[in-house]
């Protein structure tokens, strides 16, 4: 009778070796593990030895993945970028922006003056809403004059009802 969802394989488990018996070299793994880890190395290390010869003669060949060593490709959008040292970079050089950046800075630059005009009141929307304001501050002080007159009106009612 199974436990739970999944069913055990029939092969048994998974053996992992120790740190231990790695370095004492009793691990479990296949004995022809052994043959293609030598192989693999004598294989680097020729490989090294004739990058080695290779870049004493010429300096600038580098080592291609897949077709790119049999295949010249001419590709101008696949440069590759040049690492540079910090002794070597020009302080001075100016970069470029993007024209992302560039439209960016210049909206931020044109909201600004814009801002600065609105401030002034020599925009036309600022002019508007002077007009308006100084419409509405009258119609306030009217309404505040009514009601200062109709408030001297009942106090005077008030006092010759009294007398």
Request: charge should be neutral; avoid cysteine.
């Given at each position: 009778?199974?436990?739970?969802?999944?069913?055990?394989?029939?092969?048994?488990?998974?053996?992992?070796?120790t740190h231990e018996e790695m370095i004492a070299g009793t691990s479990a793994r296949p004995r022809t593990f052994k043959k293609v880890?030598?192989?693999?190395?004598?294989?680097?290390?020729?490989?090294?030895?004739?990058?080695?010869?290779?870049?004493?003669?010429?300096?600038?060949?580098?080592?291609?993945?897949?077709?790119?060593?049999?295949?010249?490709?001419?590709?101008?959008?696949?440069?590759?970028?040049?690492?540079?040292?910090?002794?070597?970079?020009?302080?001075?050089?100016?970069?470029?922006?993007?024209?992302?950046?560039?439209?960016?800075?210049?909206?931020?630059?044109?909201?600004?003056?814009?801002?600065r005009l609105e401030e002034q009141g020599k925009t036309e929307q600022a002019r508007k809403d002077l007009d308006r304001l100084a419409?509405?501050?009258?119609?306030?002080?009217?309404?505040?004059?009514?009601?200062?007159?109709?408030?001297?009106?009942?106090?005077?009612?008030?006092?010759?009802?009294?007398?």
């Amino acid at each position: 009778m199974g436990r739970g969802k999944f069913k055990g394989k029939p092969t048994g488990r998974r053996q992992f070796s120790t740190h231990e018996e790695m370095i004492a070299g009793t691990s479990a793994r296949p004995r022809t593990f052994k043959k293609v880890e030598a192989e693999h190395e004598e294989d680097e290390r020729s490989e090294e030895s004739e990058e080695e010869s290779e870049e004493e003669s010429d300096g600038e060949t580098e080592k291609r993945k897949g077709t790119e060593g049999i295949i010249e490709i001419q590709n101008p959008n696949l440069v590759k970028p040049k690492n540079l040292k910090a002794k070597n970079v020009d302080i001075e050089k100016t970069t470029e922006l993007s024209r992302r950046e560039r439209e960016e800075i210049e909206k931020q630059q044109a909201h600004e003056r814009y801002m600065r005009l609105e401030e002034q009141g020599k925009t036309e929307q600022a002019r508007k809403d002077l007009d308006r304001l100084a419409l509405i501050r009258q119609q306030r002080a009217e309404a505040a004059k009514k009601r200062e007159e109709e408030k001297a009106a009942k106090e005077q009612k008030k006092l010759e009802a009294r007398k």
